[in-house]
T-cell receptor, first 113, second 117 residues
Framework: DAGVTQSPTHLIKTRGQQVTLRCSPI?????VSWYQQVLGQGPQFIFQ???????GRGNFPDRFSARQFPNYSSELNVNALLLGDSALYLC????????????FGNGTRLTVT | AQKITQTQPGMFVQEKEAVTLDCTYD???????LFWYKQPSSGEMIFLIY??????QNATEGRYSLNFQKARKSANLVISASQLGDSAMYFC??????????????FGKGTKLTVNP
């Protein structure tokens, strides 16, 4: 079975631009989450979507937005990019429940110049 | 708010030996889940092992085991018979369920494990 897939793998943008990252969950998983991982740190929670509705949002500015489609795939959008947005963006899917592990994709490495 | 602490920025181990990676956590929730992930230099986060707060026995998955000491709020990962391919970053994480119904993982800062031949 295919794991979580993310595209693109790498992206270079300039300050002020907008970017869209894409994620396809494991088949059957209805929950999709997005995490930002800056160099040298653990991932930080950005969003969780379940059944196409936003379930939770981390401490990120409104420049960050996301959505989930009927097929449970998801997009993360970041507007007005800042240098500090340079990071590895990880998408994860899971069943719901406290004992369900998140399964992560390979991530999209975003560089803002 | 929940918190995960990994006090070892880096660890070294000889091939075929065992190594313990430390993790302590802080939560007031009676029900919680603890996870360990491996992140090679390629970036993918690979799920290794899970321990539930109500589980009576320590979790094991192949060469990975979790030394869960609830009273001390620690959940250390033990890797037996280390292999060169075990060299990676290792993250301890806790599943948090918020009042709004969201589920998220709170990660520690990670431990970089290097396995020497």
């Amino acid at each position: 079975d295919a794991g979580v897939t993310q595209s693109p793998t790498h992206l270079i943008k300039t300050r002020g631009q907008q970017v869209t990252l894409r994620c396809s969950p494991i088949s059957g998983h209805k929950s999709v989450s997005w995490y930002q991982q800056v160099l040298g740190q653990g991932p930080q929670f950005i969003f969780q979507y379940y059944e196409k509705e936003e379930r939770g949002r981390g401490n990120f500015p409104d420049r960050f937005s996301a959505r989930q489609f009927p097929n449970y795939s998801s997009e993360l959008n970041v507007n007005a990019l800042l240098l500090g947005d340079s990071a590895l963006y990880l998408c994860a899917s899971s069943w719901t429940g406290v004992n369900s592990p998140l399964h992560f994709g390979n991530g999209t490495r975003l560089t803002v110049t | 708010a929940q918190k995960i602490t990994q006090t070892q920025p880096g660890m070294f181990v000889q091939e075929k030996e065992a190594v313990t990676l430390d993790c302590t956590y802080d939560t007031s929730d009676p029900s919680y889940g603890l996870f360990w992930y491996k992140q090679p230099s390629s970036g993918e986060m690979i799920f290794l092992i899970y321990q539930g707060s109500y589980d009576q026995q320590n979790a094991t998955e192949g060469r990975y085991s979790l030394n869960f000491q609830k009273a001390r709020k620690s959940a250390n990962l033990v890797i037996s018979a280390s292999q060169l391919g075990d060299s990676a970053m290792y993250f301890c994480a806790m599943r948090e369920l918020t009042q709004g119904g969201s589920e998220k993982l709170v990660f520690g800062k990670g431990t970089k494990l290097t396995v020497n031949p």
